[in-house]
């Protein structure tokens, strides 16, 4: 009896042994071709350099080629359900997090479930949102235009990145009784443009997307919606430290995968992320792009997701978001 129990506890550790050393195998044979990030945003934007600088680095530990595919429109709905789609192993998604926390609020019917098409990986990079205003304004803070908005209702303008920085700020509008006139454009070039002559008089956007302007002296940044104030622009005060705190919010990226990706090279895609996240170059290519890293496994994603989904839920309540989409 006893040696037939032997028998069967050694049976159950050479398969043990086996499937763990296969697994382990599969993860170090991966990735065995060209690997796609598909990025739902269009190329130039701030997702989309983001996307390019990690996925250079990637390149280089993997010894494989790593190509963005842009596959934007429809909110990130038609990037994301390609990909889920595909059911590609060879495939990665990197998206904002409000894939996850603002498209199950607007969108009635997803073609794609959140929670269970996409695992969740690791949070990559904030995305630094900062409020711009053509100097023709004359203010330098968020009281100024307040004060300024609150003289002549009606009679400015402004402009914002799709989603998240367009919810706050209608927030901000609504809550303090401010009449703004909202411009909407195709061509995510064009607001720079108008900022810095003055067509529009603020702008809510990344803070690479208001940079020319800025820099050309025709416009400046007023606050970033950034909880605490970032390095990335030290002198400028984030808009809760201005005591404007419905302004607030982390403008997330991640990478993710497909729910049928095997666990060993989850892992080892997590830790080779995360790798080249801390390496010197690409995080100071990254903060030269106006984006903080962030970093971390998949509980810290899932994390950061939720407070986000929490803050959207709190944005519901004072606006329509359907309504502004």
Do not use: C
């Not at 390019?52 to 680095?57: E, N, S, V, Y």
């Not at 794609?112 to 695992?119: A, R």
């Not at 003289?151 to 706050?168: D, H, I, K, M, N």
């Not at 997330?252 to 080892?268: H, L, Q, T, W, Y």
């Amino acid at each position: 009896m006893l040696s037939w129990l032997r028998k069967l506890v050694f049976s159950i550790i050479l398969v043990l042994v086996v499937v763990g050393g296969s697994r382990s195998a599969v993860a170090e044979s991966w990735p065995q071709r060209t690997v796609r990030i598909v990025v739902p945003f269009s190329a130039g934007s701030a997702i989309d350099v983001a996307a390019r600088i990690i996925g250079d680095g990637l390149t280089r530990r993997w010894g494989q080629s790593v190509v963005i595919e842009n596959k934007p429109g429809g909110e990130t709905i038609i990037g994301t359900s390609a990909f889920v789609s595909a059911r590609d192993q060879h495939a990665l998604l990197y998206t904002t997090f409000g894939t996850l926390s603002v498209l199950p609020l607007t969108v009635d019917s997803l073609p794609f479930n959140p929670q269970t098409d996409l695992v969740p990986l690791v949070p990559t990079v904030s995305v630094v949102v900062a409020v711009s205003v053509t100097n023709s304004l004359g203010v330098s803070t968020l009281s100024d235009l307040e004060a300024l908005i609150r003289s002549r209702p009606g009679e400015f303008a402004w402009a914002s990145s799709p989603t998240l920085p367009r919810y706050v700020f209608t927030m901000f509008l609504k809550q303090r009784g401010l009449e703004m006139s909202y411009v909407g454009y195709r061509d995510a070039s064009q607001p720079q443009a108008d900022l810095g002559e003055g067509r529009i008089h603020a702008f809510v956007a990344a803070i690479p997307t208001s940079t020319p302007a800025v820099a050309a002296g025709k416009a400046r940044f007023v606050a970033t919606t950034e909880p605490q104030r970032t390095t990335i622009l030290p002198e400028v005060p984030s808009a809760a430290e201005a005591g404007y705190d419905e302004l607030s919010f982390v403008g997330g990226a991640g990478m993710f995968v497909g729910n049928d990706m095997p666990a060993s090279i989850r892992e080892r895609v997590i830790a080779d992320v995360n790798a080249v996240l801390s390496d010197a170059v690409i995080s100071g290519k990254l903060k030269a792009a106006g984006q903080q890293v962030i970093g971390g496994g998949p509980e810290v994603l899932r994390r950061l997701v939720e407070q986000q989904a929490a803050r959207v839920v709190e944005i519901s309540k004072s606006i329509d978001l359907k309504s502004i989409r």
